[in-house]
T-cell receptor, first 111, second 115 residues
Framework: GNSVTQMEGPVTLSEEAFLTINCTYT??????LFWYVQYPGEGLQLLLK?????DKGSNKGFEATYRKETTSFHLEKGSVQVSDSAVYFC??????????FGTGTRLKVLA | DAGVIQSPRHEVTEMGQEVTLRCKPI?????LFWYRQTMMRGLELLIY????????DSGMPEDRFSAKMPNASFSTLKIQPSEPRDSAVYFC?????????????FGPGTRLTVT
């Protein structure tokens, strides 16, 4: 079946450090892939997306590239800020309405 | 533009009471989802509506849970009677079916506590 696996947290970084959160997927067909961010006490916000192989999604300094050969969609940011502290979810869908959620990775950025 | 609106944001009730959660999707969206989030089980899809019709309710835990969508701009999730194990954050999300990406937009959630 379809699944999304993302790295366990929590991840603790100093401000201005480089961030990578790994995400891999298994799916039949060609999934669309998303990263969502959830700040404390809020809903999930769409951070970026990619719909086909080699697509790069980017937003607010975050980037992720849909790599079919490694079935990965790793989230990266070159310089994190305290305000980036949140839980990040990798999500996949194979052209249907059903979202397949990763378990979420909590990021804490220290000043 | 207004996003998905949910009310109430917080609900505290006693076991056995009826609870109704409300959702207003983004205008123009034709798909609506109800999710439940807990530490133990993460995010679970409860029910999916398309054009106001329930398409998939396989995630609804039991008969105590019911959901309606009387029109394109309003949906409710009702729990009757409520139990302590129903304590969770309930999210509503909407999307525009027909777009390839099926991206969903989430509301702020309702935090339900059943004592």
């Amino acid at each position: 079946g379809n699944s999304v696996t993302q790295m366990e947290g929590p991840v603790t970084l100093s401000e201005e450090a480089f961030l990578t959160i790994n995400c891999t997927y298994t799916a039949t067909g060609y999934p669309s892939l998303f990263w969502y961010v959830q700040y404390p006490g809020e809903g999930l916000q769409l951070l970026l997306k990619a719909t086909k192989a080699d697509d790069k999604g980017s937003n607010k300094g975050f980037e992720a590239t849909y790599r079919k050969e490694t079935t990965s969609f790793h989230l990266e940011k070159g310089s994190v800020q305290v305000s980036d502290s949140a839980v990040y979810f990798c999500v996949g869908t194979s052209g249907t309405y059903k979202y397949i959620f990763g378990t979420g990775t909590r990021l804490k950025v220290l000043a | 533009d207004a996003g998905v609106i949910q009310s109430p944001r917080h609900e505290v009730t006693e076991m056995g009471q009826e609870v109704t959660l409300r959702c207003k999707p983004i205008s123009g969206h034709n798909s609506l989802f109800w999710y439940r989030q807990t530490m133990m089980r993460g995010l679970e899809l409860l029910i999916y509506f398309n054009n106001n019709v329930p398409i998939d309710d396989s995630g609804m835990p039991e008969d105590r849970f019911s959901a309606k969508m009387p029109n394109a701009s309003f949906s409710t999730l009702k729990i009757q009677p409520s139990e302590p194990r129903d304590s969770a954050v309930y999210f509503c999300a909407s999307s525009l079916k027909g777009e390839k990406t099926y991206e969903q937009y989430f509301g702020p959630g309702t935090r339900l506590t059943v004592t």
